[in-house]
């Protein structure tokens, strides 16, 4: 089950931790992209989120670029979502 405590993301940094775990790999700029979002807003975002849920890596093809993946909360939040989604079909 999911709380409210456990959502404390706005819809925003939500579409944002959503298309890193759909993508991983992801730059900032190619995030902010995908999420019809203004790199700046994304990078705000990203400070945020990087605390817990998304960790930034240097892109393994672009290394000044950082490459965006979940990180074990991250994931772990995901497979709670996944399954309240579950329980709910």
Same mark, same amino acid.
């Given at each position: 089950?999911?709380?409210?405590?456990?959502?404390?993301?706005?819809?925003?940094?939500?579409?944002?931790?959503? %298309? &890193?775990? /759909?993508?991983? $790999?992801?730059?900032? $700029?190619?995030?902010?992209?995908?999420?019809?979002?203004?790199?700046? %807003? &994304?990078?705000?975002?990203?400070?945020? +989120?990087?605390?817990? +849920?998304?960790?930034?890596? &240097?892109?393994?093809?672009? /290394?000044?670029?950082?490459?965006?993946?979940?990180?074990?909360? $991250?994931?772990?939040?995901?497979?709670?979502?996944?399954? &309240?989604?579950?329980? $709910?079909?």
């Amino acid at each position: 089950m999911l709380a409210a405590d456990d959502l404390s993301l706005s819809i925003e940094e939500l579409i944002c931790f959503l %298309t &890193v775990a /759909g993508r991983p $790999g992801l730059s900032v $700029g190619e995030l902010a992209e995908a999420a019809a979002l203004p790199q700046s %807003t &994304v990078s705000r975002h990203l400070k945020r +989120l990087s605390a817990d +849920l998304i960790a930034q890596k &240097v892109h393994p093809q672009h /290394g000044r670029q950082k490459a965006l993946h979940l990180s074990k909360e $991250g994931r772990a939040l995901l497979a709670r979502f996944d399954q &309240v989604l579950k329980r $709910g079909a």
